[in-house]
């Protein structure tokens, strides 16, 4: 090592006292720079599955049953033109299910104007049987025209005990997810049991769980319900919110149902059922009103 001498040591620090007036401050405002607050685009890691979505998703399903949902009945170029505002406005998250119709919609959307691989697709079976369930996820490929589903859920479970009853409909989704027909799998529950289940199992990639201030379409009443998603969370599972509206039954609170599920700290996105362009602006204006960062 060469010895420093007096000349160059005397450089050394004199230009580190020049350049410390410059520095410190900007360390320091560095060191206090506040987070971002929340935006609807924020960019969201759900749990430990790797996959990533913005904060806010659109729901597909409001007063959905046999393939009929709220959003279809305004007709196709009305939802597919939804799908299309939401995804620039920055949402990346797509919830459907089998049930509700969507997935030739979404199919069309995908045709139209939004990359598949900048988009994250859920979608739910009700299947509860192995056979069945295996053809339904060759169905949903081909109705989506994709490869690969990035999150396929166990929908509306009800009956406590689903993690032995269902267990080979779940050996099912984890062969589907080893070959990478899938990305993810999990369950949405409608019974708090069930939740609880779906908390702590470990083959809960992801849980879709009821979650509003008012218990409205709830599994349970709120404080029941968050200290499970809070164990959820800290467990590694991915959690998304719905029933943030109450399927509209709290349409003149959404701006203090936003701000509570954002602020729980546990729930990684939300999905929000939209049926008209206006309504994925609204909800997204109360996300930035609600600044929860």
């Not at 996959?51 to 009305?78: F, H, I, P, V």
């Amino acid at each position: 090592m060469n010895p420093i001498n007096r000349r160059d040591f005397m450089k050394f620090t004199s230009a580190g006292a020049l350049a410390a007036p410059f520095i410190a401050p900007a360390l320091a405002a560095a060191e206090v720079a506040p987070p971002a607050p929340l935006t609807a685009a924020t960019v969201r890691t759900l749990g430990k599955t790797g996959l990533k979505c913005s904060l806010l998703g659109m729901g597909t399903g409001t007063e959905a049953w046999n393939g009929s949902s709220a959003q279809n009945r305004r007709g196709r170029d009305t939802f597919i033109g939804v799908l299309e505002h939401a995804h620039a406005k920055g949402v990346t998250y797509f919830d459907m299910a089998d049930m509700y119709g969507a997935h030739d919609y979404m199919k069309e959307a995908l045709k139209r104007s939004i990359s598949r691989d900048k988009v994250m697709l859920l979608t739910k079976t009700v299947s509860r049987e192995p056979g069945l369930l295996k053809a339904d996820l060759e169905r949903f490929r081909k109705e989506l025209d994709t490869d690969c589903l990035d999150i396929v859920l166990l929908h509306c479970l009800e009956k406590p005990g689903w993690t032995e009853s269902l267990k080979p409909c779940m050996d099912v989704l984890e062969e589907a997810k080893q070959k990478k027909i899938i990305r993810a799998h999990g369950c949405s529950n409608h019974n708090l049991d069930c939740l609880k289940e779906a908390a702590a199992s470990p083959w809960v990639d992801v849980i879709l769980a009821r979650i509003n201030p008012h218990g409205v379409k709830m599994d349970g009443k709120p404080e029941e319900v968050v200290p499970v998603l809070r164990q959820a969370h800290d467990n590694g599972k991915g959690i998304l919110g719905m029933k943030i509206v109450g399927e509209g039954e709290l349409k003149d609170r959404i701006p203090e149902s936003v701000k509570f599920v954002l602020s729980l700290g546990c729930v990684d996105a939300i999905a929000v059922g939209f049926e008209v362009t206006s309504d994925v602006d609204g909800v997204i204006k109360h996300i930035e009103d609600a600044k929860v960062v």
